[in-house]
């Protein structure tokens, strides 16, 4: 899909299940054990649906292969999901910051840069 950030074009891939219906026709569809899922799960789903331009998410609850129940919320109302809050605006803002230092520091073509961080660290280090 193609996205935009801050003026910055980009294509990405996604493996993103989007499925219609009358009520609802362009919606993401997620299978999770609610017991298992973070501030990341939700930040991820949140990001996966805004990527995409999808308005809607179906969470749908599952212990042990067996469906326990769902719910649907707009794309917005994910941050408020979690206990975690995350603020979107935080998130974009980040994010494009991120960009703005990849594009100022691989300026060499023909080259493979790797982005990494540390497990538990803040620092992204090129």
């Known amino acids: 899909c193609k996205y ?3 003026g910055m ?3 990405l891939g996604s493996d993103l299940m989007v499925l219609g ?5 362009c ?3 997620y299978l999770r054990d609610p017991d298992v899922m973070t501030a990341s799960s939700y930040l991820s789903v949140w990001l996966d649906n805004v990527m995409a331009s999808v308005p809607h998410v179906l969470l749908c ?3 042990e292969a067996v469906v326990q129940g769902y719910l649907i919320k707009r794309t917005e109302e994910i941050p408020e999901l979690t206990q975690f ?7 974009q803002s980040n994010g494009k910051q991120v960009l703005e230092w990849l ?4 300026r060499q073509e023909a080259r493979t840069y790797w982005l990494y961080r540390e497990r538990g660290d803040d620092l992204l280090q090129l």
């Open 27 to 29: 919606v993401s569809l």
């Open 9 to 11: 074009k980009m294509l």
């Open 4 to 6: 935009n950030l801050g």
């Open 21 to 25: 219906t009358p009520s609802n026709p």
């Open 61 to 63: 609850w599952h212990k």
């Open 103 to 106: 594009k100022r520091e691989c």
């Open 85 to 91: 809050a995350f603020s979107p605006e935080r998130i």
